[in-house]
Structure formats: structure tokens, C-alpha cells
């Protein structure tokens, strides 16, 4: 499923492509031919994204409501002048073409999980549903926290949950947990604020440049040597999709989590009953520690009476 950087992606090409221009709206396969109809020969005002969620905003105050799912797809078409768009072909739900100084340009969107005709009120009840989008000037990090605070499943469920958090998807859910230490069943709840706070800030940085950058990387260049200019797919993720840690060179753990695959080292990211252990065998030799000098202070108090 496209990750949210791309849908902003989207969002910003097609206002480029169409904003403020008059479009031609169909929909080969049928299943919008009537919203489409409504649609055809306005003008296509502006477009937004908001988390995994795309939407055209018509002059008629109404917009399209896009979201891909795990196969939609939209492909585009630059035109020539003079030329027209290939003919769609017949899976295509909604196409959008559009003449301009440049040629114009044609978009095909095919196996959607949703395009819909919505007014302005039903856009807002989809976004209301959403958590904070880090890609956008206006997320407020603090509703993601609370949100957190109230769950005690594990942190890996609730950074896919779009009421927590909009846009994140299993890369980046995979990569921001290895880069800060989480195992994926570490409970939400459980994850502390300087740590949310370095996380929301890591998300903000690799979502907004995979917009500019139209993929997603988030090794660090400096590690592997390799610029973010000539680095591989295989290159670009420190646990997602890799059989061993970048960092450590420990299997990495695959496994299922409600449905989707989960990645983690657990040396780098012990799950939560090993760190705890960890932490227990810490305080305990902390402890043996701190009465082996406590002792013989006391037996030098004593001798000293």
C-alpha cells in the first residue's frame, strides 16, 4: 500500500497538472460514470492529501475522494499539442485529462479501494477520523501522544492505526522503530515522551523528503558510504525487507502483526519481556554494587566509635 509520501506526491503533481483548469472526467469502467458525468467540464480547483487520502477539489464545492488501498495505482499521460490521451483501458474508474501550454496532461486511476463524489462535509468526517499527518504544516504531534497514552497494544499496531497517526505505513513503521530501539510489541502506552518526541521528529524528515524525493530512504548515506543519489532499494532501509541488521548483522525477525509483516532486530529492538529482564538484571546488580561499598562504610563507621 502506498505510504504517505506518495499520496502528497500525488497531490502536488496533479495540482501542477490541473488546478484551476477546465477537465474532461470519465470513467471507462463504469462504476463512476455518474459522479463523472456531474464532474465533466469543470474546473478542477485544487487538490489535498491528508494522510493515505487523496482528494480533487471541484468549482461546484464538491471533491473526489481517492484511496488506493494496496492495488490501486494511477498512471499518468504528458500530452503533445495536438495529441490526444491513448484510449483507457477498460479497468480504469476515473480519468482526467486536461489541455495546457505544455501539451496537457491525462491521469488513470484503476483498482481503488475508494473514488467517491463527497460535498464538503463528507470530506470533513474523513479527515476528522484521522490522526495528524507528520507530512503537513498544521499536524499537531500532541494528538498522536495522547492517542498513544490510551492503547496498550503494541507500538508496530498502533503507528498503522490512521486514527493514531495518518501516512505511516509498514516501511516507515518498520525503519522509525529500528532507528530508536522499539520493538514492534513494546505497548504504545509504555513508549516515553522523549522518545515519541525523537520519533515524531524522524517521521516528519523521512515523509517530507520521500515527497520531494518520490521514494523512501532512510539509512543514513554516511553509514554505507553510498550517496541517496545511487542508493539501491536494497540499500535504503536499515530493517525493512533485510535478512540481517545493517547494524549488527542479527537475522532479522519477519512476522505477522494483525495482518501485516513486521520487521525488527532483537538486538537492536529487544522485545518487551527481554528488555525488561535487562532492565531487572541492571537494577539487581546495581544494587549488589551499591551494598558491597555500602558495607564496609559502615563497618568504618563503627571502628571509628
Given at each position: 500500500m502506498p505510504e504517505g509520501h506518495t499520496i502528497h506526491r500525488l497531490a502536488r503533481d496533479h495540482a501542477g497538472?490541473?488546478?484551476?483548469?477546465?477537465?474532461?472526467?470519465?470513467?471507462?469502467?463504469?462504476?463512476?460514470?455518474?459522479?463523472?458525468?456531474?464532474?465533466?467540464a469543470h474546473t478542477l480547483v485544487a487538490t489535498d492529501a491528508f494522510g493515505k487520502h487523496l482528494f480533487h477539489r471541484y468549482d461546484d464545492g464538491r471533491s473526489v475522494h481517492i484511496h488506493l488501498g494496496l492495488f490501486g495505482k494511477v498512471f499518468h499521460h504528458a500530452l503533445e499539442h495536438g495529441v490526444a490521451a491513448p484510449a483507457p483501458r477498460d479497468t480504469v474508474r476515473y480519468r482526467v485529462e486536461?489541455?495546457?501550454?505544455?501539451?496537457?496532461?491525462?491521469?488513470?486511476?484503476?483498482?481503488?479501494?475508494?473514488?467517491?463524489?463527497?460535498?464538503?462535509?463528507?470530506?470533513?468526517?474523513?479527515?476528522?477520523?484521522?490522526?495528524?499527518?507528520?507530512?503537513?504544516?498544521?499536524?499537531?504531534?500532541?494528538?498522536?501522544?495522547?492517542a498513544l497514552q490510551r492503547r496498550s497494544v503494541g507500538i508496530g499496531r498502533a503507528l498503522m492505526d490512521q486514527s493514531v497517526l495518518?501516512?505511516?505505513?509498514?516501511?516507515?513503521?518498520?525503519?522509525?522503530?529500528?532507528?530508536?530501539?522499539?520493538?514492534?510489541?513494546?505497548?504504545?502506552?509504555?513508549?516515553?515522551?522523549?522518545?515519541?518526541?525523537?520519533?515524531?521528529?524522524?517521521?516528519?524528515?523521512?515523509?517530507?523528503?520521500?515527497?520531494?524525493?518520490?521514494?523512501?530512504?532512510?539509512?543514513?548515506?554516511?553509514?554505507?558510504?553510498?550517496?541517496?543519489?545511487r542508493m539501491r532499494r536494497a540499500d535504503a532501509t536499515y530493517a525493512y525487507h533485510q535478512d540481517h541488521c545493517r547494524r549488527c548483522g542479527t537475522a532479522i525477525r519477519r512476522y505477522d502483526?494483525?495482518?501485516?509483516?513486521?520487521?525488527?532486530?532483537?538486538?537492536?529492538?529487544?522485545?518487551?519481556?527481554?528488555?525488561?529482564?535487562?532492565?531487572t538484571a541492571s537494577r539487581s546488580t546495581a544494587s549488589r554494587s551499591t551494598a558491597s561499598t555500602a558495607a564496609p562504610a559502615r563497618r568504618r563507621g563503627a571502628s571509628h566509635a
Open positions: 497538472w490541473f488546478a484551476g483548469r477546465e477537465v474532461r472526467v470519465s470513467s471507462p469502467q463504469g462504476r463512476f460514470a455518474a459522479a463523472a458525468a456531474q464532474l465533466d486536461a489541455a495546457g501550454s505544455d501539451g496537457g496532461h491525462a491521469i488513470d486511476l484503476v483498482g481503488a479501494t475508494a473514488c467517491e463524489l463527497l460535498d464538503e462535509a463528507e470530506v470533513d468526517a474523513i479527515i476528522a477520523r484521522l490522526g495528524p499527518d507528520p507530512i503537513r504544516e498544521d499536524a499537531d504531534p500532541e494528538r498522536a501522544w495522547a495518518a501516512g505511516v505505513g509498514n516501511v516507515y513503521r518498520a525503519e522509525v522503530l529500528f532507528v530508536h530501539g522499539l520493538h514492534p510489541d513494546v505497548p504504545a502506552r509504555d513508549v516515553d515522551r522523549a522518545t515519541w518526541d525523537a520519533m515524531w521528529a524522524t517521521l516528519v524528515e523521512w515523509l517530507r523528503r520521500g515527497v520531494k524525493e518520490r521514494r523512501i530512504i532512510t539509512v543514513d548515506p554516511k553509514e554505507i558510504g553510498v550517496p541517496r543519489s502483526l494483525a495482518g501485516r509483516w513486521a520487521y525488527a532486530c532483537e538486538s537492536c529492538q529487544p522485545p518487551p519481556g527481554r528488555a525488561a529482564s535487562r532492565s
